[in-house]
């Protein structure tokens, strides 16, 4: 598959299918757009996996999201050695984190019982993906290092790029697989949001930080 | 409403191949040669790493330039005796390939037709430019005439702080450290993206070092450095200290710190494992 498609096409479907995607299952199954959470049927495994995963997950998206909105600053302090390296280092606690979070998911989905029955093959796709995801991301942070700066210096302009519609995809062609596949996994990634679990992320809780206080009792210690 | 919605993918897939094609976009054979070969070539300024390419079109037929300007590397695997013969004239250093569209190719070659020889060479620098295009051809003049890299210890300790980023370039580019590794006592582990510079003045000489980082021809350090070009001061310290690791490379012993960053990294993930029931105590878990 030529690099034009995957880097200056797939990008745009993504987005296309991501949206249109959306905005069918919200008007379609609006009561099914969320995690389908299986908390009740199974815990422990839940919280040592999605604990460690979204905290991590949420600190290593928040710092590519600052990559790509200000590169400068952040090869500004990337100037600084130990700077780098402790940013480098945080980032890679957290890719570390998110890999065992979604090894615990998926294990749990494999071989808890309850959770097998109410799994489709969206759900295993989507853990898959997520590994290849966090996979890519750590052997990247590791064989090729420094991401965080080279992601602010030749990353951040392709994805300008293409967010002014006009591709550029010359240094991303030479950049290698690794990254092509961290590229690659996080746009399909994207587009297959509105088919599962993930949509719970275009609904976070957020009114959940300031709403009314609730005590709740658990009849069962445990 | 819901109407709204139906899109039909093919119709949009068929939109975007055509205005995102890289074809779409095709360049003048100038910016392109300025872009993609005059870090290693000139048009009748000598050779850099690669040869004086005036009159390189009445050398070989445009078909074999074709394919060369392709692929180089095939052409050589497959035994052309010209392609062969230029590999061994140049340090058998491969050219890479440029990753330009067929029509660009012949953009490129019929600029290079106007260099026919010596004689009729035309100033590149002060050749029009079609519009849109000054800004990518400003500051690409090769360094044609051998420079002169004052070895002193002022000059190598600046090159290593513009390489660390301890000091930053004049027009904030990213240090070479980020994407670079050289072995060097003073130097933390250098970026693994991009070539390990290790003894790398044994392989390139001084003008041609100072033409990759003027004018870089690799597309992510093109990239990375767009509008943010190393001045010639800068990059003449970058070469003193580069030289001068290269002259110690034998008397560095930096301590491996490729494995103490995974070592140190899974303390860390060890460490948030015990803070997570810590901090979120109260999380029902069963």
């Known amino acids: 598959m030529s690099d034009t498609f995957l880097f200056a096409i797939f990008p745009y479907l993504a987005i296309a299918i991501f949206l249109v995607g959306s905005i069918y299952r919200y008007n379609s199954n609006p009561y099914k757009f969320s995690s389908l959470s299986a908390e009740f049927l199974e815990g422990r495994q839940l919280y040592w996996g999605t604990m460690p995963f979204h905290i991590g997950i949420s600190f290593l998206f928040l710092g590519h999201l600052i990559a790509f909105l200000f590169p400068n600053t952040l090869i500004a302090w990337n100037s600084q050695p130990v700077r780098l390296i402790i940013l480098e280092l945080s980032a890679f606690v957290f890719g570390l984190s998110c890999l065992i979070g979604v090894f615990m998911l998926f294990k749990r989905r494999l071989m808890t019982k309850r959770i097998r029955v109410v799994s489709n093959y969206m759900d295993y796709i989507v853990l898959g993906l997520l590994l290849i995801q966090i996979i890519s991301g750590l052997w990247v942070a590791f064989f090729d290092r420094w991401g965080s700066s080279w992601f602010a210096a030749v990353l951040t302009p392709y994805l300008r790029s293409l967010f002014v519609f006009k ?13 092509k596949l961290h590229i690659i996994s996080a746009i399909s990634i994207i587009a297959i949001i509105p088919f599962t679990r993930l949509v719970h992320f275009l609904v976070p809780p957020i009114n959940y930080i300031w709403r009314d206080y609730q005590q709740v009792i658990w009849n069962k210690k445990g | 409403m819901r109407n709204c919605f139906q899109i039909n993918p093919l119709k949009i897939a068929v939109i975007f191949i055509t205005a995102f ?19 290693c070539h000139t048009l009748g300024d000598g050779e850099l790493i690669g040869p004086d390419l005036s009159g390189v079109t ?24 010209a392609a062969v013969a230029i590999f061994e004239k140049y340090s058998k250093k491969e050219m890479p390939d440029p990753k330009i569209a067929d029509n660009e190719i012949t953009e490129v070659i019929t600029y290079m037709k106007k260099f026919s020889g010596a004689g009729d060479v035309v100033n590149v620098s002060n050749s029009t430019s079609q519009s849109g295009t000054s800004a990518i051809t400003e500051n690409m ?3 044609t005439s051998e420079p002169t890299i004052t070895m002193n210890s ?4 600046t090159g290593l702080m513009y390489f660390t980023g301890e000091k930053r370039f004049t027009l904030k580019g990213p240090s070479c450290v980020t994407c670079h590794h050289v072995r060097h006592d003073s130097v933390i582990l250098g970026g693994a993206l991009a070539k390990n510079l290790d003894r790398i003045t044994e392989r390139y000489n001084e003008k041609a070092l100072l033409n990759l980082i003027a004018n870089p021809p690799f597309p992510a350090m093109s990239v990375a450095y767009q509008d943010k070009k190393i001045t010639e001061e800068e990059a003449v310290s970058l070469v003193a200290f580069l030289k001068k690791s290269t002259e110690n490379y034998a008397f560095q012993r930096p301590a491996d710190k490729q494995f103490r960053f995974l070592y140190t990294g899974l303390a860390g993930m060890l460490l948030f494992f015990l803070l997570i029931p810590l901090v ?7």
């Open chain 1, 167 to 179: 591709p550029t995809i010359d240094a991303v062609q030479t950049l290698p697989l690794s990254i």
């Open chain 2, 21 to 39: 094609s890289t074809n779409a976009f095709p360049q003048n054979g100038e910016v392109l040669f300025k872009t993609k070969c005059a870090s």
């Open chain 2, 58 to 81: 009445q050398r070989h037929p445009e078909p074999w330039l074709m394919e060369f300007i392709r692929s180089s590397s095939t052409m050589i695997k497959k035994g052309d005796a």
């Open chain 2, 141 to 143: 003049k090769p360094v």
């Open chain 2, 154 to 157: 002022q000059t190598i300790n």
């Open chain 2, 280 to 286: 979120w105590s109260n999380k029902k878990k069963s």
